[in-house]
């Protein structure tokens, strides 16, 4: 039997390219405020969750207004750029032939659930997934607890599930919902960082369907 059976992806930065798309929606407000703009380099430096402690790193100053304000400005700048956004050109076929190998596929990302559903249907890949899991807000908050009910609703075990993700808090979920995980290094956070949490490090999702098969 193979040890792992369902797959959990994360969206943004695992299968979706869209880091460039995050430097310039960022940079568009720090530009606003006279504040120093992101490099990718430096941007996969610093970001982080919750995402308003990664404003803070960058120099937003939440006493002189609310999150909400810059968070509502990346998110619309985000929005009306989005069909700019292209996959990884690995993601289609990797996840074509995890499907053909049997194996089911779900979704859990910090993305907001009717945004998310959106942008999986726009890139034609709704029928990889028996589930696309998204949070109830904007501001990428509530992705442990989403994780953890849906592990209830799961008909394996825990050591039959596997998330690939991008981030440290990728790691962080799937430790609060006691599963293996891999992250790549081609999404948001470098690969220094990712080794920092002890998981296996992958460049490219071709090295996680080899990693599959090899379980």
Request: aromatic share 12%; net charge negative; charged share 25%.
């Amino acid at each position: 039997m193979k040890k792992y059976n369902h797959i959990i992806w994360d969206w943004n930065g695992t299968l979706l390219n869209d880091r460039w798309l995050c430097v310039e929606a960022i940079n568009q407000a720090l530009s606003k405020r006279n504040l120093p703009m992101l490099t990718e380099d430096k941007y996969k430096d610093v970001f982080t969750f919750p995402v308003e402690d990664y404003y803070k790193k960058v120099g937003f100053d939440f006493s002189k207004e609310p999150f909400h304000v810059a968070g509502d400005e990346f998110v619309t700048y985000y929005g009306n750029n989005f069909p700019r956004v292209e996959l990884h050109s690995d993601s289609i076929p990797v996840l074509k032939k995890i499907q053909e190998s049997g194996r089911s596929q779900s979704v859990l990302s910090a993305g907001k659930q009717d945004f998310l559903t959106d942008w999986i249907k726009i890139h034609n890949l709704s029928d990889y997934f028996i589930k696309i899991l998204g949070i109830d807000n904007q501001y990428a908050t509530g992705k442990t607890a989403l994780g953890v009910a849906w592990m209830t609703e799961l008909r394996y075990d825990s050591k039959e599930i596997i998330m690939i993700g991008d981030t440290v808090h990728d790691s962080e979920v799937a430790e609060a919902m006691a599963i293996d995980c891999v992250l790549a290094e081609n999404g948001h956070v470098n690969r220094k960082r990712l080794e920092k949490t002890g998981r296996k490090v992958i460049s490219n999702l071709n090295e996680f369907l080899y990693l599959l098969n090899e379980s």
